[in-house]
């Protein structure tokens, strides 16, 4: 069996990649009669553009019906996912939604598997468990009082019609630099900042281990 994580933030081993690895980690250890190959997969290291409405995923006997026919760095991601035992989706919080480029890698995966029959059903190739892990910058009641709450459940709820509807964990109030000092941020208390990460990341850390070793598990 195989789990994929995609990262889409551009820093490979800050809050959103290392609680993906947790989650991985999580899904390693959650078969021990047989074993689980796990991927990491980071978005900024590829080049690639979101869709580009060129409809050769939709053209009826076409060579790329139901698949993206853009041949960029993409392409490969799609076709791992496609095979995936299980995915986790993780991707930092910018002014209330998932970065740009996890919204494109989203129009890619998402489209090419949309009918457009009445119903707008799917053909996916597996309905795949899936999972979601989100990072901010913000507090977890100014997240539920602006609103993110909304938009990330929009974005389950989407996942969840191509695939299955996925869990997701919430990682809030994260640390953002080694030293505060170095750059305009005085809106933050550098003191309180370190003392919440001491205190919630590792708890952060095992909800994403939960997280990925639950991923594989028949739900009721």
């Known amino acids: 069996m195989k789990v994929i994580a995609i990262n889409g933030s ?30 990491l997969i980071h978005l900024y290291d590829l080049h690639y553009t979101g869709c580009i ?24 991601v799609l076709d791992k996912v496609s095979q995936a035992d299980g995915v986790i989706f993780g991707s930092p919080i910018y002014f209330g939604n998932v970065t740009a480029q996890m919204m494109a890698f989203f129009e890619r995966l998402f489209f090419q598997y949309l009918v457009y029959d009445p119903q707008y059903s799917t053909i996916a190739p597996k309905r795949m468990p899936t999972a979601c892990i989100f990072t901010m910058n913000v507090r977890e009641e100014t997240m539920e009082k602006v609103g993110y709450l909304k938009t990330l ?33 005085s809106a933050f ?4 900042k370190t003392s919440h990460r001491e ?11 939960e997280l990925g070793a639950n991923l594989l598990r028949p739900r009721p």
């Not at 809050?15 to 074993?35: D, H, I, Q, V, Y």
């Not at 919630?200 to 850390?205: A, H, I, Y």
């Open 153 to 185: 459940d929009q974005i389950a709820s989407r996942i969840g019609w191509m695939f299955t509807k996925p869990a997701y964990i919430c990682a809030n109030n994260t640390y953002q630099f080694d030293d505060y000092s170095l750059y305009e941020s």
């Open 53 to 76: 409405s060129c409809f050769a995923c939709k053209r009826i006997n076409g060579p790329s019906y139901g698949h993206c026919a853009v041949g960029d760095d993409l392409q490969v």
């Open 189 to 192: 208390s550098e003191e309180e």
């Open 199 to 209: 205190k919630q990341f590792p708890q952060d850390c095992q909800k994403a281990y």
């Open 10 to 39: 551009p820093r490979k081993t800050w809050n959103t990649a290392k609680l993906l690895e947790k989650a991985l980690e999580g899904a390693r250890n959650s078969n021990p009669e047989g074993s689980v190959e796990t991927e």
